[in-house]
């Protein structure tokens, strides 16, 4: 019988991403993506954000799809001046749009 679903036999995970700390410390030089589109100051360090976005479980997305985000758009700890994305999901996406939209433009850039 054929897999009508390609799905993994019952029982068996997919696995997981293979870690890409190169890839990550690229993004950490760049700047937060979303000051840069809606012109705001970035005002602390970039760090890597692996999207949330419709992500359904607690598995992190591929290390290819980290956006550059400042800490004021990722967790706000240290520049609690805009929306984090931890703090607020749903109010990030009102205002920002889905985190995975801007994995897109980071990949079409040669990193």
């Known amino acids: ?3 009508l679903t390609n799905q993994p036999p019952l ?18 030089k760049r700047p937060c993506c979303v ?15 692996h999207p949330i976005h419709e992500r359904y ?10 956006i550059p985000l400042c800490d004021g758009h990722h967790q706000g700890m240290f ?4 929306i984090a994305i931890h703090k607020n999901k749903k109010i990030w996406r009102e205002t920002y749009g889905p985190d995975w939209s801007y994995s897109l433009s980071v990949q079409e850039t040669d990193i």
């Open 1 to 3: 019988m054929s897999n």
């Open 11 to 28: 029982g068996l995970k997919k696995p997981k991403p293979k870690k890409n700390e190169a890839y990550l410390r690229e993004v950490r």
């Open 35 to 49: 000051c840069e589109r809606f012109g705001e100051v970035q005002r602390s360090e970039t760090t890597a954000h």
């Open 57 to 66: 479980g607690s598995r992190k997305v591929a290390d290819e799809l980290a």
């Open 79 to 82: 520049d609690d001046s805009k």
